[in-house]
């Protein structure tokens, strides 16, 4: 790349950059409030983040904090390049780009940790696993997970004795579930599909698998629409849930024959099967929305084809069958709102990277105190994000009074 290219390619990220910042007003008044205080002076911070123009608002919060910071893609195929570019002007180590082989996507996070940090963020646990696995000589103060996904496995770390340091499960936030998990994946999931494949979701049958915030909110924005939403769960009272808000739920044996949009939401893997694929009708779109590539069996796909039409539009890929059926799989089976789309509007992620910030100064203080498990981020915190986010839109609530604070903490009063 020359000098002019690079230069061009920052000019593009700084633009996206700014255009993401105008919707983040909680973030950039933490940002001045830290550049203020400097919490983060001397920390050292490395990231496995999406590097998108809202992880860019975010790392130049906590640069103005004063942390140090290496930054790699927590997903090979969604990194921004001009924001990777962009960022890489204000001093944050950037150690991603779009599209890069496994090989690649794992020394770059080899390269962030390089920094000896000492608090980590993550999106998806990769970069905790290799901290436990391939660099236990790394001294970590305590982290941040950002993901259902991520969540999962650091819970299992922690109960079987493995994880070695503090996390802070900012996923688990009600502001971080609500809108980020429900309102952002919602949407940024079908504008992905969209993207990619131009179709008209009224009057076709989406088929949800996995009905938690993420889910919910595919399914609630799928129907709205037009489409007939079927879900399939694994959980009773999440499929009851379902059931009781007007959704079909079958198992996804059935719902595999009924199908015209697939999309995965679970944390989990194989949750479309061969045994799914092999029923499925001709034209079925497959879209993960899930954090890992592991939803959709994608070699039991590949097993089932006779061919394969790669490209047959950006992020399409089309498996011909042997009687003929064509099954169009997106984005390689990835986080198809982070591929085919931009991910999250910048309105939600200004109160999950929000969250994720003043968690961050909170580590810086409080890690020391913290034995090694997954924490919840304060509800203090929560509840200012949620307050500095109501106060930037204009919108006001009412108070307890004195009266009514009585009551509810005391026991004695009667009916």
């Known amino acids: 790349m020359t000098a002019r290219d690079l230069a061009e390619l920052t000019e593009a990220g700084e633009r996206r950059i700014g255009w993401a910042r105008r919707s983040m007003p909680v973030l950039t008044a933490i940002a001045a409030r830290f550049a203020a205080e400097r919490p983060l002076d001397g920390l050292r911070v490395a990231a496995c983040l999406h590097v998108t123009a809202e992880t860019a608002v975010l790392m130049g919060a906590l640069r103005a904090g004063g942390a140090e910071i290496a930054l790699a893609a ?22 991603a780009r779009a599209g890069v082989d496994m090989e690649t996507y794992y020394r770059h996070i080899h390269q962030a940790l390089d920094i000896s940090p000492d608090i980590v963020l993550d999106d998806g646990c990769d970069l905790v696993n290799i901290l436990h696995t391939e660099r236990p000589d790394l001294s970590v103060a305590g982290g941040c997970e950002e993901t259902t996904t991520g969540i999962i496995r650091l819970r299992q770390m922690a109960a079987e004795g493995a994880l070695k340091f503090p996390v802070v499960a900012v996923n688990d936030t009600r502001t971080k579930r609500m809108f980020d998990n429900r309102y952002g994946t919602g949407q940024s999931t079908l504008d992905g599909i969209m993207r990619a494949t131009n179709a008209l979701l009224a009057g076709r049958t989406v088929v949800v698998a996995g009905f938690g915030f993420c ?27 379902a059931a009781l808000q007007g959704y079909e739920v079958l198992p996804m044996g059935q719902a595999a024959r009924v199908g015209d949009v697939f999309v995965t939401v679970t944390g989990n893997r194989d949750v479309i099967r061969g045994e799914h694929l092999a029923v499925m009708k001709d034209g079925v779109i497959l879209a993960n929305a899930g954090h890992f590539d592991v939803e959709i069996d994608v070699r039991a796909l590949e097993g089932l084809a006779e061919s394969v039409n790669f490209g047959v539009r950006p992020n399409v ?23 085919a789309a931009e991910g999250h509007p910048a309105a939600v992620m200004d109160m999950s990277f929000s969250a994720q910030a003043l968690a961050v100064a909170w580590l810086a203080t409080e890690s020391v105190r913290l034995p090694p498990g997954v924490y919840d981020v304060p509800a203090d915190i929560d509840a200012e994000v949620a307050r500095l986010k109501l106060a930037a839109t204009g919108i006001a609530i009412d108070e307890l009074t004195v009266e009514q604070e009585d009551y509810l903490h005391s026991w004695r009063a009667g009916s």
């Open 74 to 95: 927590s997903n090979p195929l969604s990194t921004q390049d001009d924001v990777a570019a962009a960022l890489g002007v204000y001093g944050i180590a950037v150690h």
């Open 215 to 241: 889910g919910r909110g595919v399914a609630e924005r799928a129907k709205g629409l037009g489409a007939r939403v079927i879900v399939t769960e694994i959980d009773p009272v999440k499929a009851l849930d």
């Open 317 to 339: 890929d089309e498996y011909v069958l042997a009687d003929g059926r064509r099954l169009l799989l997106l984005a390689e089976g990835r986080l198809v709102n982070l591929t």
